[in-house]
């Protein structure tokens, strides 16, 4: 009930814009959110490097409404795809491909794209796609599937709580283009996604264990220590090499996790998010894992 709460205040634009301009924001955002800017935000992933942590650069934002603006989104990202490069960060890009046009035309998105994947090659980088609700899925696979035969140089993501996941992976397996495996952090109907939480913990497991063992350098999302625990015991029975494979989290959660993962020598990437459109961002974390809510209100009070 509470998850589905918080995803329905995701979607809420007038509470949105009083969230972003709100001067409270810092004490919702700072443990979540690197900063505004792409210098804060590179400051975070050097901190987080010389952690042994890489990272996963996001500049948020989604369903841009205009072509300028969705050339724009493009234009951040090449830039820090540059400045991951100066300054010789361990770091990746994640772009939501509605940033990108989609929404207004699956052309334009793939010409931005296109445009960003240049700048991957030119800089040596590497380019996640996050997936985003279901009517999005087919035009995000075509576009990935597209990118990767003409750079590679990509990973695409795969949500568990979707029925199509399992086949979505087969295919991307075939064509041996990395995944990040995640559960899914959208309102979902019945007729598409797994309503129980059991039945996505389920697939979750059924799907990392595919990947595990038939993936390229599968992305194992998750802050979920079931999930983390069945992943690593699958390593140690059937493998693969520690450094065929990662683990991936948000940045602020679950630290302690975090720690143990990369003392024990696993690889461990951070998504970490920057920029001033936070707010469906945090609910959509908020919703994966309500406890959060514990520490944002522990903060509030101490203000």
Known sequence: MLRRLLLFLSERRALRRWMETSPAAAVLTRRFVAGQTLDREVEVCRRLNAEGILASLDHLGENVTSAEEARTSRDFYVEALRRIAQEKLQASVSIKLTQFGLNLSEDLCRENVASLMEAAVAHDG??????????????????????????????????????????????????????????????????????????????????????????????????????????????????????????????????????????????????????????????????????????????????
């Open 126 to 303: 590497f380019v996640e796609f996050d997936m985003e609700s279901h009517p999005y899925v087919d035009r995000t696979l075509r576009i990935v599937t597209g990118m990767h035969a003409r750079f590679g140089r990509v990973r695409a993501v795969v949500q568990a709580y979707l029925y199509r996941s399992a086949e979505d992976i087969d295919a991307l397996c075939r064509d041996r283009i990395p995944v990040r495996l995640c559960k899914g952090a959208y309102r979902e109907p019945p007729s598409v996604a797994f309503p129980k939480k059991s039945r996505v913990d389920a697939n979750y497991m059924r799907l990392a264990a595919t990947l595990l063992e038939r993936g390229v350098n599968p992305g194992i999302a998750t802050h979920d220590p079931n999930m983390i625990r069945h992943a690593l015991d699958h390593v140690q029975r059937h493998g693969p090499a520690k450094d065929a494979f990662e683990f991936q989290m948000l940045y602020g959660i679950r630290r302690d996790l975090q720690r143990s993962l990369t003392g024990a020598g696993y690889r461990l990437r951070l998504y970490v998010p920057y920029g001033d459109a936070w707010y469906p961002y945090l609910m959509r974390r908020l919703a994966e894992r309500p406890a959060n809510l514990l520490f944002l209100a522990r903060n509030l009070i101490r203000k």
